[in-house]
T-cell receptor, first 115, second 111 residues
Framework: GAVVSQHPSWVICKSGTSVKIECRSLDFQATTMFWYRQFPKQSLMLMATSNEGSKATYEQGVEKDKFLINHASLTLSTLTVTSAHPEDSSFYIC???????????FGPGTRLTVT | SQKIEQNSEALNIQEGKTATLTCNYT??????LQWYRQDPGRGPVFLLL?????KEKRKERLKVTFDTTLKQSLFHITASQPADSATYLC??????????FGKGTRLSVIA
C-alpha cells in the first residue's frame, strides 16, 4: 500500500516554456501533498505544502508565481514550472500523507532538464 | 532554527556486519523521527518512524533508537548485504509539519 506515482519521470524542455508534473496517490487519500526539489548530492528541500482544496503554502525563497501548485483532489497534485530556466533543472519529488498519519510517502521523482 | 544533521556523508562496511548510522538534532524536540532509503535517481522510500516517547523500533533487520537526552537517533542494519547499499535519510517532523531532511549518509556494503 501507500503508493505515489509521478509523471513524467523525466522531461527536457526549452528555456522559457512551461512544464507540468503530476503526482498521484494510488491507494490512499492524500489530504496533504508536498513538493521537494533535490540537487545532485544534496538533500531534499521542501518547496511547498498543499492541502486538498486549499492554496499551497510556499517555503521562503520559492516563487509561487513560478512554481504553480494545484491540489484539486484527494489523489492528484500538479506542479507547473512556468517560464523555465536552466537553473530550474533539478530532481522534483512529490510526497503525500493521509489525514491523521505522520508518515510521508514519496513518488519516484521527475528529472527536469531545461536547455 | 531547526537543524537535523547526519554527520557521516559516507560509510563503508563489510557484508554481514551491522551498519550504524547517526542522526542528531539541535534547537528543538521533534515529535517524530523517520528514516528513509533513497537509491540514485529515485524518490525516498519510507523505512521506519519512531515517536519521541519510544526508545526503540524494529522491522526485520532494521532497528531505530531515539534518545531525547542525547538528541540523537541511531539507525542499525544487521547482517548487512550489498543490496543494502543506498543513501539513508533521517527526517523529522512534529504534528502536521512537513518532513525536514538531513543530508543523508551513503552506505556501501562491500562483499
Amino acid at each position: 500500500g501507500a503508493v505515489v506515482s509521478q509523471h513524467p519521470s523525466w522531461v527536457i524542455c526549452k528555456s522559457g516554456t512551461s512544464v507540468k508534473i503530476e503526482c498521484r496517490s494510488l491507494d490512499f487519500q492524500a489530504t496533504t501533498m508536498f513538493w521537494y526539489r533535490q540537487f545532485p548530492k544534496q538533500s531534499l528541500m521542501l518547496m511547498a505544502t498543499s492541502n486538498e482544496g486549499s492554496k499551497a503554502t510556499y517555503e521562503q525563497g520559492v516563487e509561487k508565481d513560478k512554481f504553480l501548485i494545484n491540489h484539486a483532489s484527494l489523489t492528484l497534485s500538479t506542479l507547473t514550472v512556468t517560464s523555465a530556466h536552466p537553473e530550474d533543472s533539478s530532481f522534483y519529488i512529490c510526497s503525500a500523507r493521509s489525514r491523521g498519519t505522520y508518515e510521508q510517502y514519496f513518488g519516484p521523482g521527475t528529472r527536469l532538464t531545461v536547455t | 532554527s531547526q537543524k537535523i544533521e547526519q554527520n557521516s556523508e559516507a560509510l563503508n562496511i563489510q557484508e554481514g556486519k551491522t551498519a550504524t548510522l547517526t542522526c542528531n538534532y539541535t534547537n528543538y524536540s521533534p515529535a517524530y523521527l523517520q528514516w528513509y532509503r533513497q537509491d540514485p535517481g529515485r524518490g525516498p522510500v519510507f523505512l521506519l518512524l519512531i515517536r519521541e516517547n519510544e526508545k526503540e523500533k524494529r522491522k526485520e533487520r532494521l532497528k531505530v533508537t531515539f534518545d531525547t537526552t542525547l538528541k540523537q537517533s541511531l539507525f542499525h542494519i544487521t547482517a548487512s548485504q550489498p543490496a543494502d547499499s543506498a543513501t539513508y535519510l533521517c527526517a523529522q517532523n512534529s504534528g502536521n509539519t512537513p518532513l525536514v531532511f538531513g543530508k543523508g549518509t551513503r552506505l556501501s556494503v562491500i562483499a
